[in-house]
């Protein structure tokens, strides 16, 4: 029998005595407010019964047999993939397994040495993953600034070969939206590429949820974007649209692409049915009525309290409440999701230090009865 070692036992203790350990949990809540379902496409019955006319093609292909490079390459990704880029006004597109997987694919290979990375200081944990095993060198800049932005972009203009930014569509913890125009002016002015990653925005912003980018009308003075599957899509998976010289490169160089198994068609399937129905969702605007409902409550919320909470402002279906304190974070999470309430308590390492809190997300299908409970429980 082997032991142990000692490091591991020692880092789960050090998470236990800080009320953030985590465990896995298969617990069916009441009310959502915990899933990245925005609109309900993953719920949704016509995404099923269309994903299994599609499967029609694959009667006796369970998975894809491969890499993508080798064997797992087939039609319907294929066709995933030009469906995809025609409706983000792209040239091409590249399908991963996840969002993660795209990240680390595109952050470690693109940047090379002598190229300089600035990111903005709440980036998802996938992109500074990547970058971690990327040889530029990589500098994060304050949240949503432009001019801490402008600052790095003179101080690093003049010495990198090459000056990428790398930013969300919607903050995935704070649910906020940078100026993507201010951040697009910047780029220009010091010849940088902007990569975004769209995960939270593509489904929700738009009018067709095409995302941040499209709503602005800006797509076309972007590097790269990234749109991932498992949020307001209700699918799995990520692709990264970009002219075809960068989708080429990728093939070649992204090893989280080349070195894994491609997603099986019953994976590819649910998402092109769930795209069929993006444009003209209704959810959409049941989600964006709701939202505003919230933020109402959020506004009476804050006249009425006295305790060491504040939400963060955000008109996205990401809301937070900051409680920073772990213990008490936990008590409250725990209360309501022994009332049946789906709501995940967000503890540091993910998010700073003292900006511990609840994360709730909201959905088309929550009911504005759902909305005042959580209100009336917290």
Do not use: W
């Amino acid at each position: 029998m082997y032991s142990v070692p000692k490091s591991i036992t020692e880092a789960l203790n050090n998470r236990k005595q800080s009320q953030t350990f985590r465990c896995l949990s298969s617990r069916y809540y009441e009310v959502d407010f915990y899933s990245n379902d925005y609109l309900g496409l993953a719920r949704n019955p016509l995404v099923r019964e269309r994903a299994q006319e599609l499967l029609q093609k694959y009667p006796l292909q369970n998975g894809s047999t491969g890499s993508r490079l080798l064997s797992g390459n087939y039609s319907l990704i294929e066709e995933a993939e030009y469906i995809l880029a025609q409706f983000h006004h792209s040239e091409r597109g590249l399908i991963f397994n996840s969002g993660y997987d795209a990240n680390i694919g595109i952050f470690s290979s693109i940047p090379q040495k002598g190229d300089i990375v600035l990111y903005d200081q709440y980036i998802h944990a996938s992109i500074r993953d990547g970058l971690q095993l990327s040889k530029a060198q990589s500098f994060k800049y304050k949240h949503n600034s432009l001019s801490d932005l402008e600052d790095k972009l003179q101080r690093f203009s003049e010495v990198a070969n090459t000056l990428y930014i790398a930013t969300e569509g919607i903050f995935s913890m704070d649910g906020d939206i940078p100026d993507l125009i201010g951040i697009l002016t910047l780029a220009e002015k010091y010849n940088a590429y902007i990569i975004i990653d769209e995960a939270h925005s593509v489904g929700v912003l738009g009018d067709r949820g095409e995302g941040l980018c499209q709503s602005l009308g800006v797509e076309k003075r972007i590097f790269l974007r990234l749109i991932t599957f498992g949020k307001g899509v209700g699918s799995h998976g990520a692709i990264a649209l970009a002219y075809g010289e960068v989708i080429d490169y990728l093939v070649n160089f992204a090893r989280s692409f080349i070195y894994t198994t491609a997603p099986s068609p019953e994976v590819i399937a649910p998402l092109l049915a769930a795209y069929e129905l993006l444009p003209s969702l209704v959810s959409r605007e049941k989600l964006r009525e709701n939202i505003a409902f919230f933020q109402r409550k959020v506004q009476e919320f804050e006249v009425k309290n006295t305790e060491k909470m504040r939400f963060i402002l955000s008109q996205s279906a990401i809301q937070g409440l900051i409680i920073p304190d772990n213990e008490r974070l936990k008590k409250l999470s725990d209360s309501l999701q022994s009332q049946g309430i789906g709501v995940k308590p967000i503890f540091s390492p993910t998010v700073p230090k003292g900006q511990e809190r609840l994360r709730i997300c909201l959905h088309s299908f929550n009911t504005k009865e759902e909305i005042e409970r959580l209100f009336k429980n917290i």
